[in-house]
């Protein structure tokens, strides 16, 4: 069993910057590939980026060129740098591991809310 605990969310005004964290338990992170996904209030949750246990990315391009994903295999840890933030960035962010024919694991969450 595999658990995700995100964590570097808060307030930030627009334009600025924040680094969310998502720690995993167990033994099998190196294999997982990882997303980051977001929710803002009364909408359905969307992906946001994702990196492969190789260490390949890609992004939403709402976040494309503000939004750096990556992670380190010896700390079991995802992370989202996420730079030149705007009021719609705003919601719960939500990371997830997976792996192929595997069901998904999904965090709790954290909060962001940015500011105009």
């Known amino acids: 069993q595999v658990q995700l605990v995100e964590s570097g969310g808060g307030l930030v005004q627009a334009g600025g910057s924040l680094r969310l964290s998502c720690a995993a338990s167990?033994?099998?992170?190196?294999?997982?590939?990882m997303d980051w996904y977001r929710q803002a209030p009364g909408t359905e949750r969307e992906w946001v980026a994702g990196?492969?246990?190789?260490?390949?990315?890609n992004y939403a391009d709402s976040v494309k060129g503000r939004f750096t994903i990556s992670r380190d295999n010896a700390k079991n840890t995802v992370y989202l740098q996420m730079d030149s933030l705007k009021p719609e960035d705003t919601g719960v962010y939500y990371c997830k591991g997976f792996r192929s024919g595997r069901a998904p694991y999904w965090g709790q969450g954290t909060q962001v809310t940015v500011s105009s």
């Open positions: 990196i492969t246990s190789v260490g390949r990315t």
């Open positions: 167990g033994s099998i992170f190196s294999i997982m590939s």
